[in-house]
């Protein structure tokens, strides 16, 4: 277990690369845009499905 820690801290040291600020920040952009295009296809499936739950039940009540 020691020598798993020691060899991952001198990886993390000597063969791990940062990106640029510009990196990153094109990367945040990335992320956050997919990650709002993701959060609406899931609000536009589960209104879907509300939507089909309710005709459903109307038509099985009425």
Known sequence: ???YVKESYEE?????TLP???EASN????VAVFSIIFALATWAVDSLFS???QV???ALIG
């Open 51 to 53: 939507k089909l739950i």
């Open 12 to 16: 993390l040291r000597h063969q791990v």
């Open 56 to 58: 459903y039940f109307d």
């Open 27 to 30: 990367l945040m952009v990335i």
């Open 1 to 3: 277990m020691f020598s």
């Open 20 to 22: 640029t600020r510009a």
